[in-house]
């Protein structure tokens, strides 16, 4: 059974940082891209960024310069690294996985595995 569990949420202060990670289990994902969703009270998920398999990186253009996405092929992580944090990024953050070859995909039916969720509530 394929599996992808975040980790790493919590609540920060405004300006702080924290790291989110994303473990899958169940098949390998390292020749697939991976991609970062978040997902606020009443609003729809939206893009955050995402990681081809070969390590090349795309974000919204909200976070760019305070978040980073990277990967680690042998312990079949990736990872979400958010500085600057601010109150606007409060949300639920879901990792994805697209084994279906859409590359750097922005939209939600670009991934075919989703994780569960974890909490980021950012303070003002």
């Known amino acids: 059974q394929v599996q992808l569990v975040e980790s790493g949420g919590g609540l920060v202060q405004a300006g702080g940082s924290l790291r989110l990670s994303c473990a899958a289990s169940?098949?390998?994902?390292?020749?697939?891209?991976m991609g970062w969703f978040r997902q606020a009270p009443g609003k729809e998920r939206e893009f955050v960024g995402a990681i081809s398999w070969n390590t090349a990186t795309y974000y919204t253009d909200s976070v760019k310069g305070r978040f980073t996405i990277s990967r680690d092929y042998a312990k079949n992580t990736v990872y979400l690294q958010m500085n600057s944090l601010k109150p606007e990024d409060t949300a639920v953050y879901y990792c994805a996985g697209d084994t279906r070859g859409y590359g750097l995909g922005g939209a939600v039916r670009d991934y075919d595995y989703w994780g569960q969720g974890t909490q980021v509530t950012v303070s003002s």
């Open positions: 169940g098949r390998t994902f390292s020749r697939y891209a």
